[in-house]
């Protein structure tokens, strides 16, 4: 705040970051800076992310604020997403995951910032049909709860998107899928600040879903992408083993 220079700090995992209070640094300012290190931050010095972390507040009661915003590494080869827009199958992209995947594979953009809108516009896609794949991510579990310890914070967040999943599935049509998971443990309760290494959930609905099926611990998380490849395209994918067939019954 004296200095006007923003805060640059890297984590354990391959993210360098770009924190700046918006009062002191503009948002379009700060995303530049995150723009020039992602050139930057190439070749030996390679990270997987460069991360815009905008903050508000004042004497030591700072807040991350919905702003923040991610410059990845373009995937290294095709993904799902490439291969189901190269299908002629349509992609939506809910929260930062047009970020994750550098817009790439996605046909239509949602850029939702929080929980309460990224689960209304997974109703919304639900409910109107649109896009074959629907990939949703719901950022304030890991920015606002997980990363900051707050363990009520988390259990209050776990409670609201439990109450909005009975109209989710209710708007489940013949043959729709609904998959819940996580890309890592973010637990609050750990000493740490930063993700943690537990295994993730993977709940599984639908009109066709076995009910009361487990499908054990999985070799990788890449299973998931394979099923999901399977399913809309009748194909396997070269990664993962789709486990499609476990849990579809006619």
Not at 98 to 106: N, P
Not at 117 to 139: C, H, K, M, P
Not at 182 to 196: L, V
Request: net charge negative.
């Amino acid at each position: 705040m004296r200095t006007g220079s923003p805060i640059v700090y890297t984590s354990a995992d391959s993210v360098f970051q770009v924190a700046a209070h918006e009062e002191v640094i503009p948002l379009a300012e700060l995303y530049r800076i995150c723009e020039t290190a992602r050139e930057m931050l190439h070749g030996d010095d390679l990270v997987g992310r460069v991360i815009a972390r905008p903050f508000l507040g004042s004497n030591g009661n700072y807040t991350r604020t919905e702003n923040r915003r991610d410059y990845a590494i373009e995937p290294t080869k095709d993904t799902i997403l490439d291969a189901l827009t190269a299908e002629g199958l349509e992609t939506v992209g809910v929260g930062k995951i047009e970020d994750i995947f550098c817009k790439r594979g996605i046909t239509t953009v949602d850029h939702t910032k929080n929980n309460t809108t990224g689960t209304a516009a997974a109703q919304r896609f639900i409910d109107s049909g649109e896009g074959s794949f629907v990939f949703v991510n719901l950022v304030d579990f890991d920015m606002l709860y997980g990363h900051r310890n707050d363990v009520e914070g988390y259990g209050k967040a776990l409670e609201t998107f439990d109450t909005a999943l009975p109209a989710l599935r209710a708007g489940l049509k013949e043959g729709d899928i609904l998959m819940i998971t996580a890309d890592h443990g973010c637990d609050p309760t750990t000493p740490s600040t930063d993700h943690s290494r537990e295994y993730i959930p993977l709940l599984i609905t639908g009109t066709h879903v076995r009910k009361g099926h487990c499908i054990g611990t999985r070799d990788t998380f890449a299973d998931i992408g394979a099923t999901v490849y399977e399913y809309l395209t009748g194909k396997q994918w070269r990664e993962g083993s789709s486990f499609l067939r476990e849990i579809w019954e006619d």
